[in-house]
């Protein structure tokens, strides 16, 4: 019984370990961060539109990077 405990407690480190994953993703290549700039200047924050137009990359992430330029750029 004490294994199957175990195992149900390692769920929490594998959403630890995609939540490392998705920080990763945050890095954005020039060409993925000039496409963000130039639609978010057409369309806003509608970050579903501006993702639909980089492949891999969700909504989410889009307006996680977003808010995050624009923090340290202040």
Do not use: C
């Not at 963000?36 to 924050?45: C, D, K, S």
């Not at 579903?48 to 923090?71: D, F, H, K, Q, V």
């Amino acid at each position: 019984m004490a294994d199957s405990e175990h195992s149900s407690s390692g769920g929490n480190n594998a959403d630890s370990q995609e939540e490392s994953s998705r920080e990763t993703k945050l890095k954005f290549s020039e060409d993925e961060e000039a496409l963000v700039t130039r639609m978010y200047n057409l369309i806003g924050a509608r970050w579903s539109l501006i993702a639909g137009r980089i492949p891999g990359r969700t909504a989410e992430e889009i307006e996680r990077y977003w808010n995050t330029r624009a923090s340290t750029s202040e």
